[in-house]
């Protein structure tokens, strides 16, 4: 079963900038796709960024421009690096291992005004 552990969130202002990072617990990056996901309170958990085993990522439409999902597959590590955060942005953020059960717990992230 593989474990993800996600980090890197927090309370920031308007404009500012957070790096997510979420850590597996195994070798799982050079034979699946990873992605992050979102739930902002009474709303459903929605896909921001993805990233493939070839490099290829997508980018919902709202956060193209200020989000860049990579990923170490030396470290067992995806990062989502979130640059000019708005209060919209305010959600608990997961990471997924594509096409799997995969997921992990969740990091917050409040962006206030």
């Known amino acids: 079963q593989v474990q993800l552990v996600e980090s890197g969130g927090g309370l920031v202002q308007a404009g500012g900038s957070l790096r997510l990072s979420c850590a597996a617990s195994?070798?799982?990056?050079?034979?699946?796709?990873m992605g992050w996901y979102r739930q902002a309170p009474g709303k459903q958990r929605e896909l921001v960024a993805a990233?493939?085993?070839?490099?290829?990522?997508y980018y919902e439409d709202s956060v193209k421009g200020r989000f860049t999902i990579s990923r170490d597959n030396a470290k067992n590590t995806v990062y989502l690096q979130i640059n000019s955060l708005k209060p919209e942005d305010t959600a608990v953020y997961y990471c997924?291992?594509?096409?799997?059960?995969?997921w992990g717990q969740g990091t917050q992230v409040t962006v206030s005004s």
């Open positions: 997924h291992v594509l096409s799997t059960t995969a």
């Open positions: 195994g070798s799982i990056f050079s034979i699946n796709g």
């Open positions: 990233s493939d085993t070839g490099g290829s990522t």
